[in-house]
């Protein structure tokens, strides 16, 4: 089932740069990741962001989230609501467009016109979720002792800071989608590869502290740091595996001349959604334990409320067995939600599309038994790809759990799938890339 991938060799990368585009594309998409770490590196006024960043390096939630956003949350800068209003919301519409009719003729029967209308629903939706967010990141704040300044006027500075936050996040995403079009990659996914690789150094230096002085730490680092490799070998083989299924296709006489009759196959990934499931999980499992944590952090002058915050904080922590369910199961129905969205793995459409230029199945009746045959592969490989993917989500976790290990947690399997996953994401757009270059010197010739 598994598909091998040409990695570009030290001839390949130097002749990338000649490919046609793909030399702009990359500068373009630096020059973009710069402006987004230059944004991450400026404070909002009037915070004292070290408070925060002392809450953030205690508090497991709100650390994961300063991770995906590269530390901007931590450093409560500009930037600090990073990319998750707009992954939110994208959510959102995707999960909606499947429920509501006209959304869903929108994304599948009016092309690009109508892709575009959807777009824009959710930047609209983004705006909305970046305002509620800013608003619930500030309320937190105002009830943190010392963590805004004194000689602020407090009216004034709620409302410009909730304005720059939801700004900030606005130009996040039209980073993000700058990337997407003129650039290389998915600039959602860049931009949490970016974050994800900036903590690394921190996690790192946390990590040598602790396992310096102990033999017995050493060695389950040793043992954790193989354990993550050996899951970076299953999440390539997860990305590029595929289930391959057989078509006949009719021969066609022209002339004196036969044509076609050649067997080709559908590539069916084990793994459809490439990352996205896993984003898309996290981002709906941390938007209400952000919120119970921020609120927690809170001072209450109710003993009780405070109670049940925390305690609902505590269920939902990514410590938790209760995260870990949730998340194994959003793992597995987010897969079959990409799958069922994709346009090029539904069986009705390749099913007709077969029947209509006169290939078959081997052994498989045109029309309806097609579709009800493809609907049947596509169940069984999406099944595996969805399990498969949330154990290698959890693996590691719970090897984190065992070795004891915790500075490494969150750089765990959730980032190792998020930054294999995207590394090979632009791995295949190089390839592809170059392979238009030699296609192009082929008819050049």
Do not use: C
């Amino acid at each position: 089932m598994a598909q091998g991938m040409k990695m570009p060799t030290t001839d390949d990368l130097m002749s990338m740069w000649q490919a046609s585009g793909l030399k702009q594309k990359i500068i373009f998409t630096f020059l973009m990741i710069a402006a987004f770490r230059f944004g991450v590196q400026m404070p909002l006024y009037g915070i004292n962001n070290q408070v925060f960043s002392n809450i953030a390096q205690g508090n497991n939630i709100i650390g994961f989230l300063d991770l995906f956003s590269g530390g901007a949350l931590g450093k409560v800068s500009i930037f600090a609501l990073g990319i998750g209003p707009f992954i939110t919301a994208s959510i959102i519409m995707q999960l909606v467009s499947v429920v509501i009719p006209s959304l869903e003729k929108l994304q599948k029967e009016e092309g690009e016109a109508g892709r575009r209308k959807l777009s824009q629903y959710t930047r609209v939706f983004t705006v909305i979720l970046a305002v509620f967010q800013s608003i619930i990141f500030m309320l937190f704040m105002r009830h943190l002792p010392g963590a805004i300044a004194p000689n602020v006027n407090h009216l004034m500075f709620y409302i410009s800071s909730i304005t720059v936050l939801t700004a900030g996040s606005i130009l996040v995403m039209w980073i993000s989608e700058l990337i997407t079009e003129k650039g290389i990659g998915n600039g959602g996914s860049l931009i949490i590869f970016v974050g994800i690789l900036s903590g690394i150094p921190v996690y790192a230096s946390r990590t040598f502290e602790m396992v310096q002085k102990s033999t017995p730490m050493l060695m389950g680092l040793i043992g954790l740091l193989i354990i993550f490799f050996i899951t970076m070998i299953f999440i390539v083989i997860m990305q590029e595996a595929v289930r391959k299924v057989i078509i006949v296709n009719p021969k066609r006489q022209v002339g004196n001349k036969v044509y076609g009759g050649m067997n080709s196959y559908i590539p069916f990934k084990l793994n459809p959604g490439g990352v996205m499931p896993i984003i898309f999980a996290i981002a709906i499992l941390l938007f209400p334990s952000t919120v119970l944590s921020l609120v927690g952090q809170a001072n209450f002058n109710s003993v009780a409320v405070k109670n049940f915050v925390v305690k609902l904080t505590t269920i939902m922590s990514p410590d938790g067995i209760v995260y870990y369910g949730l998340y194994f199961a959003l793992i597995v129905a987010l897969t079959f939600f990409y799958a069922s969205i994709m346009p090029n793995m539904q069986p009705k459409d390749i099913a007709n599309n077969l029947k209509k230029y006169g290939s078959s199945i081997p052994g498989v009746k045109p029309g309806k038994p097609t579709a009800d045959a493809l609907d049947k592969i596509l169940s069984k490989t999406t099944f595996i790809g969805a399990i498969g993917l949330g154990v290698i989500a959890l693996v590691p976790s719970f090897a984190s759990y065992v070795t004891n290990i915790k500075t490494l947690q969150g750089i765990g399997a959730t980032s190792l799938i998020i930054m294999v996953g995207v590394a090979l994401d632009l791995i295949n757009q190089v390839n592809t890339h170059l392979l238009a270059r030699n296609y192009e010197s082929f008819l050049k010739e």
